[in-house]
C-alpha cells in the first residue's frame, strides 16, 4: 500500500487498524471525520481511545522541543500520553502524565528537547563546499506530504531562511567529524539573512496530487516574501553516490522521468497565475 487513503476518514480507518481489544489507545485532537472513525474502531474491538493533549511548553522549563514546529507539541503530548502509560503498566512509573497535570519527569523533558529526527525540518550545510561553516549551499528538508503538512514546511522553510529560528530550535545536525554542528547552525542563523537564491527541490510519488501539494507551498511562501528562483523535479532514487569529480554516477538513459515532466508542466502552469519565481 502506497497510501494510506484519499480522506481523512480512510487514512484514520488505516490507522485504527493497530487498536487491540483490551489495550489503551492515543490520539491527538482530530477533525470529527477523523475522529468519528477513531471511535468507532476502537469501540469495535473493545479498545479504551484517549485524547492527548498538546504538550504544555511551560512544562519544559524554558527549553524548547528538539523537533522544530508548533504541530510538534502535538506530538510531544501523545509522546507523553503513550510513554507514561507504558511506564506506569510495567511498573515503572506510578502516575501517567498524560494529562500534565503535574512536572514531567527530567527524562521526559530531556527527552522531548533533544529528539531529532533527519528528513523532517532538518538544516543541513553541504561540508563539501565548505567544512567550517555553512557556506553557500544549505538544505532545508522536509517530509511534507499532505496540503495541511506543506502548510506548515512552507512556514517553516520562510521562517528558518529568515533568520526567525533559534539555533535550539533547529533539528540536531549529523556528528561532523565526531564534532557537534551546532556552532554550525548559529553561524547559519546568524547569516540566513544574506541575499541567497532559493531553488526548490521537489519530489512526490505519481500516486500523490500535484495539485493539493504546489499550490500551498508557493502561496504560504509567497505570504512570507519567499519566492523560488528555479523549481527541480527529480525521480524516486535510494541510491547513494559519493559525491567528487572521481566518483561520478553512471548515466542511466531507462530512468522514466515522465511523472517529472508532469510535474514540471503543473509547476509552470501555477506560477504563471501566482507570483512564484523572482
Not at 530531556?110 to 561540508?127: E, F, I, K
Not at 496540503?147 to 529560528?165: D, K, Q, R, Y
Request: net charge negative; charged share 15%.
Amino acid at each position: 500500500m502506497e497510501i494510506l487513503g484519499n480522506t481523512l476518514g480512510e487514512i484514520a480507518g488505516e490507522k485504527a487498524g493497530i487498536f487491540k481489544h483490551g489495550v489503551p489507545a492515543f490520539t491527538v485532537p482530530q477533525p470529527n471525520e477523523a475522529m468519528c472513525v477513531l471511535e468507532d474502531k476502537a469501540s469495535m474491538v473493545n479498545a479504551h481511545l484517549q485524547i492527548a493533549p498538546p504538550l504544555d511548553a511551560n512544562l519544559l522549563n524554558g527549553l524548547k522541543l528538539g523537533l522544530e514546529g508548533e504541530h510538534q507539541y502535538i506530538n510531544a503530548g501523545l509522546a507523553i500520553g503513550l510513554s507514561s502509560t507504558w511506564l506506569q503498566r510495567t511498573g515503572h512509573l506510578d502516575v501517567t502524565y498524560l494529562h500534565q497535570d503535574s512536572t514531567l519527569p527530567e527524562q521526559f523533558i530531556r527527552g522531548l528537547t533533544t529528539a531529532s529526527l533527519q528528513g523532517r525540518a532538518q538544516v543541513v550545510p553541504d561540508q563539501h563546499i565548505d567544512g567550517e561553516s555553512f557556506g553557500d549551499l544549505v538544505f532545508y528538508l522536509d517530509g511534507a506530504h499532505s496540503p495541511e503538512s506543506m502548510v506548515i514546511c512552507a512556514n517553516w522553510f520562510s521562517w528558518a531562511i529568515e533568520g526567525n529560528n533559534q539555533p535550539n530550535q533547529l533539528n540536531h545536525l549529523p556528528q561532523n567529524n565526531g564534532k557537534s554542528l551546532d556552532a554550525l547552525q548559529k553561524n547559519h542563523v546568524e547569516g540566513c539573512r544574506k541575499n541567497f537564491t532559493q531553488i526548490l527541490l521537489f519530489n512526490c510519488m505519481s500516486v500523490r496530487d500535484p495539485q493539493l501539494l504546489l499550490p500551498h507551498l508557493l502561496k504560504t511562501c509567497a505570504t512570507h516574501g519567499v519566492y523560488f528562483k528555479k523549481a527541480l523535479f527529480v525521480p524516486n532514487m535510494s541510491v547513494y553516490y559519493k559525491v567528487g569529480s572521481h566518483a561520478l554516477p553512471p548515466t542511466d538513459s531507462q530512468v522514466d522521468l515522465s511523472w517529472q515532466f508532469t510535474l514540471q508542466r503543473y509547476w509552470e502552469n501555477l506560477i504563471q497565475g501566482d507570483k512564484g519565481i523572482s
